[in-house]
């Protein structure tokens, strides 16, 4: 029975498989027929196209300005006068008339010791001045009537000047037992206290001066002939808006050999509240020039054939070599590859391209 029907089947499959392979090689020669692919070009060619957005971007109209050409260094802030108050004689503190961090006047009092034994002596030494001054007076008198030699006159009128001098010293050993300011200033903090006992190598506390403030700076030696006596510099406190302006006032007359630095210093009104100690930024000019083209520093494209920025042009970010000069901390000088008026994008320059659209978003000044 499975005889009888089987060569029929396997004879419709063959004829199935043959008509298959007919039709799909039909198709394919159709396909790639030229009417056909003509076709699909055409197709194609009338098929939208892909258009970029224009990007948004910030411009800068490039101007002539003044750039000055800087140099910087580091400075040291010192008091205009500063001092450690110690005695000059070893005694017992009996008071103290100054309050810590408060301002003090030339000559004013403030710290006394104890004057006991001097006060004693100076008290004997004036009542022996008064009965030398009498026994001075008396031989005079009689030296007049030469009742006595002048020898005996001399020895009588020595002692009395012998002891005007023991009285002066006494009077400079109790002068010394006090400490005043020598000048104007502010007191620092105290270290010792009432009752202590101190001598000439105790630190009783600091005065400064900090109404004007000394500036110590360093620069090399190829600069030594830029600053003079008189010139000006800027300085300015890190991390703060206080900033002003220093005049050299004094310069070192060596160079230093192991830096090959020169050291000077230059004063400045403290009117900021700096204090000494502080570490300042200190600006000098070396020359200006009054015609430079600058451009921000975020608008150069570093490149492997040297460096770039793009120039807004009808829509279009042109990409423009350029030859850079001076730099600021913002802005970069151009030497060469744009001119005045020169339209020059300085944002999105990450994802800038060559010709890219774009269009201007702000105009910064």
């Known amino acids: ?135 001075e007076s008396r031989q005079k008198r009689l030296i007049e009537n030469n009742n006595v030699s002048k020898e005996e006159y001399d020895i009588a009128l020595s002692d009395v000047h012998t002891q005007k001098a023991e009285i002066e010293y006494l009077k400079a050993m109790i002068e010394k037992t006090e400490i005043k300011a020598p000048f104007d200033g502010i007191i620092g903090l105290r270290y010792v206290s009432e009752g202590a006992y101190i001598s000439p190598t105790t630190n009783i506390a600091k005065l400064h001066n900090i109404n004007n403030l000394k500036i110590d700076f360093s620069i090399p030696q190829k600069y030594s002939g830029i600053l003079n006596i008189g010139s000006k510099v800027k300085i300015k406190v890190p991390s703060t808006e206080m900033s002003g302006i220093a005049t050299v006032y004094a310069i070192e007359p060596k160079i230093d050999p192991q830096t090959r630095t020169i050291k000077m210093r230059a004063i400045a009104n403290n009117s900021g509240g700096v204090f000494s100690g502080s570490y300042v930024e200190v600006e000098i000019m070396l020359d200006e020039i009054e015609t430079a ?5 975020e608008s150069l494209v570093p490149d492997i054939d040297g460096e770039k920025a793009f120039v807004y042009h009808n829509g279009i970010a042109v990409a423009t070599n350029i030859t850079t000069g001076l730099r600021t901390k913002t802005d970069i000088q151009i030497t060469n590859g744009l001119e005045e008026g020169d339209t020059v994008i300085i944002s999105g320059i990450i994802q800038m391209r060559p010709n890219s659209p774009v269009k201007i978003a702000k105009i910064i000044k």
């Open 1 to 135: 029975m499975l005889k009888k029907y089987f060569k029929p089947i396997i004879f419709s499959i063959v004829i199935v498989l043959i008509a298959s392979w007919v039709y799909i090689q039909k198709f394919a020669n159709a396909s790639s027929s030229p009417e056909t692919m003509e076709k699909k070009a055409e197709i194609g060619s009338k098929g939208p196209s892909i258009k970029l957005k224009p990007v948004p971007v910030n411009v800068k109209i490039i101007q002539k300005e003044k750039l000055g050409n800087k140099f910087y260094t580091n400075g040291t802030v010192l008091s205009n006068e500063e001092v450690e108050l110690k005695p000059e004689i070893s005694g017992k503190v009996t008071k103290i008339l100054f309050s810590e961090g408060k301002s003090v006047k030339k000559g004013e009092l403030l710290l006394k010791l104890n004057d006991a034994d001097w006060q004693a002596q100076l008290k004997k030494a004036e009542a022996k001045l008064e009965l030398l001054a009498i026994k």
């Open 293 to 297: 083209l600058l451009i921000p520093t």
